[in-house]
T-cell receptor, first 111, second 111 residues
Framework: NAGVTQTPKFRVLKTGQSMTLLCAQD?????MYWYRQDPGMGLRLIHY???????AKGEVPDGYNVSRLKKQNFLLGLESAAPSQTSVYFC??????????FGSGTRLTVV | DAKTTQPPSMDCAEGRAANLPCNHS???????VYWYRQIHSQGPQYIIHGLKNNETNEMASLIITEDRKSSTLILPHATLRDTAVYYC????????????FGTGTSLTVIP
């Protein structure tokens, strides 16, 4: 039982490049979330999904897009990366919306 | 969702109880108190949650005051592995209410 798996774990992008972060969960959870964490700060919610085919904006959605085509996967896209998007990205999932299971994070640097 | 206030940092001697306070004076009747922790930039980990009664599990105890305006997370016998950032979050139980993480309390367990 892998839980929540994030791919890739590390990435360096040049400004203006695009990329997709993949989050996969094998717990049959309905809810999935993407957070970012900047140094010395707490986690901030980017986007979330309450079920397959649904997405919604969180606190800091600008510059990101998401898709939930399959229940087990939640994709986070950066269409044109900016240095301000340098961060650690965490994905989480939950069955109800009480107890979240987090992935180990993706460390993204935009130069 | 009610805001929470936590001390930015605390120390605790190994083997002693760690008592982490959280103020949530604007909590409303249907809002739960949740605790998560984040060890060394890993994804946050669920610890415990409660509404108004004290709660205990294998990781910790949660003590909520009678007026529900504050709570304390207790790690009964702190170990070095409990060194982490601890987040207190207050949130309603309705579907669609996401967790918003603050900056938490950085707990250092000292040998």
């Amino acid at each position: 039982n892998a839980g929540v798996t994030q791919t890739p774990k590390f990435r360096v992008l040049k400004t203006g490049q695009s990329m997709t972060l993949l989050c996969a969960q094998d717990m049959n959870h309905e809810y999935m979330y993407w957070y970012r964490q900047d140094p010395g700060m707490g986690l901030r919610l980017i986007h979330y999904s309450v079920g397959e085919g649904t997405t919604a904006k969180g606190e800091v959605p600008d510059g990101y897009n998401v898709s939930r085509l399959k229940k087990q996967n939640f994709l986070l896209g950066l269409e044109s990366a900016a240095p301000s998007q340098t961060s650690v990205y965490f994905c989480a999932s939950s069955y109800g919306d009480i107890r979240y299971t987090f992935g180990s994070g993706t460390r993204l640097t935009v130069v | 969702d009610a805001k929470t206030t936590q001390p930015p940092s605390m120390d605790c001697a190994e083997g002693r109880a760690a008592n982490l306070p959280c103020n949530h004076s604007t909590i409303s009747g249907n809002e739960y108190v949740y605790w998560y922790r984040q060890i060394h930039s890993q994804g946050p980990q669920y610890i415990i949650h409660g509404l108004k009664n004290n709660e205990t599990n294998e990781m910790a105890s949660l003590i909520i005051t009678e007026d529900r305006k504050s709570s304390t997370l207790i790690l009964p016998h702190a170990t070095l592995r409990d060194t982490a950032v601890y987040y207190c979050i207050v949130r309603g139980s309705n579907t669609g209410n996401q967790f918003y993480f603050g900056t938490g309390t950085s707990l250092t367990v000292i040998p």
